[in-house]
T-cell receptor, first 116, second 111 residues
Framework: DTAVSQTPKYLVTQMGNDKSIKCEQN?????MYWYKQDSKKFLKIMFS???????INETVPNRFSPKSPDKAHLNLHINSLELGDSAVYFC???????????????FGPGTRLTVL | GQSLEQPSEVTAVEGAIVQINCTYQ??????LSWYQQHDGGAPTFLSY????GLEETGRFSSFLSRSDSYGYLLLQELQMKDSASYFC????????????FGSGTRLQVQP
């Protein structure tokens, strides 16, 4: 019955490696997001997809590449990992924001990425 | 740019009332959300204000004043389990479909 799921929950890897984080939602939402939360708990949008189409791409290094194979999935691939990439990455989904009855974003449990 | 300011920490005792303020500077502002996040957990939605005034949901209420670019979250009858971080988040009415989050307020409830 999990609404938004992410795998893996923890990821420890060496600098320079390539890794992926997977996200799936079973809520029937059209919009999915990736957020990065740093050690100071600042939560920042990275990407947003609406119905498999990229609609937000914040100032994120192009080592980060999202992929949405269908509207229930949004994966995040990271190339050439750096120490500064260590953070918690949250996937989220919602109905398109701005709709008067729905504003709630549902977050996955997060993936704690540690780059050594 | 978009920015939201919140106090970094607030401490209160069980049973008390606490107010967490949020001031924002955004263009195309549509509404203000509040999210709660326990340590090690995911943010969870608490409330949303699209219109000026007070929205009440049980022990939690949220207020918005568009003219003052200001909102607050009011927590009543505080319980230990309310110790968490609270984020205000602005919904922007532009081509973007995402929330811009404030830096979060860490609430510590003491016995």
């Amino acid at each position: 019955d999990t609404a938004v799921s992410q795998t893996p929950k923890y990821l420890v890897t060496q600098m320079g490696n390539d890794k992926s984080i997977k996200c799936e939602q079973n809520l029937g939402h059209d919009t999915m997001y990736w957020y990065k939360q740093d050690s100071k708990k600042f939560l920042k949008i990275m990407f947003s997809y609406n119905n498999k189409e990229l609609i937000i791409n914040e100032t994120v290094p192009n080592r980060f590449s999202p992929k949405s194979p269908d509207k229930a999935h949004l994966n995040l691939h990271i190339n050439s990992l750096e120490l500064g990439d260590s953070a918690v990455y949250f996937c989220a989904s919602s109905h398109p924001l701005g709709a008067e009855t729905y504003n709630e974003q549902f977050f996955g449990p997060g993936t704690r990425l540690t780059v050594l | 740019g978009q920015s939201l300011e919140q106090p970094s920490e607030v401490t209160a005792v069980e049973g008390a009332i606490v107010q967490i303020n949020c001031t924002y500077q955004t263009s195309g502002f549509y509404g203000l959300s509040w999210y709660q996040q326990h340590d090690g957990g995911a943010p969870t939605f608490l409330s949303y204000n699209a219109l000026d005034g007070l929205e009440e949901t049980g022990r939690f209420s949220s207020f918005l004043s568009r003219s003052d670019s200001y909102g607050y979250l009011l927590l009543q009858e505080l319980q230990m389990k309310d110790s968490a971080s609270y984020f205000c988040a602005a919904c922007i009415r532009t081509g973007r479909r995402a929330l811009t989050f404030g830096s979060g307020t860490r609430l510590q409830v003491q016995p």
